[in-house]
């Protein structure tokens, strides 16, 4: 371990293609608390850790050299949440009109898992705890 660097993870920013549609898919589908939004970016508070939604646009200057890679390249990336009946979160998900990608499918690895994404491609998944396959 590197001296000084904790293992916590604070923020994680995720580059967005249209803020505006963005946080209201947050809004609409997670019971997260915006602790900070302006014209380009959201904040919310999952726990103890923060999703920062930041239109892509503004996203450069935080990478630099490398590119900010644009959503139609696909998936980089898995969000995974913990809940306690995925059946029932895909459910409440369907009705506010989030299409899953996958699932609900058993994991050899011991979770039931589903998968959806957000307006710019990221990609949510809820993981039920169940016995090993």
């Known amino acids: 371990m590197v001296d000084?660097?904790?293992s916590e993870?604070?923020?994680i920013s995720l580059f967005v293609?249209?803020?505006?549609?963005?946080?209201?898919f947050y809004a609409k589908v997670f019971a997260?608390?915006?602790?900070?939004?302006?014209?380009?970016?959201?904040?919310?508070?999952?726990?103890g850790l923060l999703i920062n939604l930041l239109d892509a646009s503004r996203a450069p200057p935080l990478v630099e050299p490398l590119p900010v890679g644009p959503s139609s390249a696909g998936a980089r990336a898995l969000l995974t949440i913990r809940v306690a009946d995925v059946?029932?979160?895909?459910?409440?998900?369907?009705?506010?009109?989030?299409?899953?990608?996958n699932g609900p499918i058993d994991r050899p690895w011991?979770?039931?898992?589903?998968?959806?994404?957000d307006p710019s491609g990221h990609v949510w998944e809820i993981a039920q705890v169940?016995?090993?396959?």
């Open 32 to 47: 997260a608390e915006t602790v900070w939004a302006d014209d380009v970016s959201s904040v919310l508070k999952f726990g």
């Open 4 to 6: 000084g660097l904790p």
């Open 130 to 133: 169940i016995g090993r396959t």
């Open 87 to 101: 059946d029932a979160v895909c459910s409440a998900l369907g009705a506010v009109g989030v299409d899953l990608l």
């Open 17 to 24: 293609d249209d803020i505006t549609s963005s946080k209201a």
């Open 110 to 117: 011991g979770r039931r898992t589903a998968a959806f994404a």
């Open 9 to 11: 993870v604070e923020v």
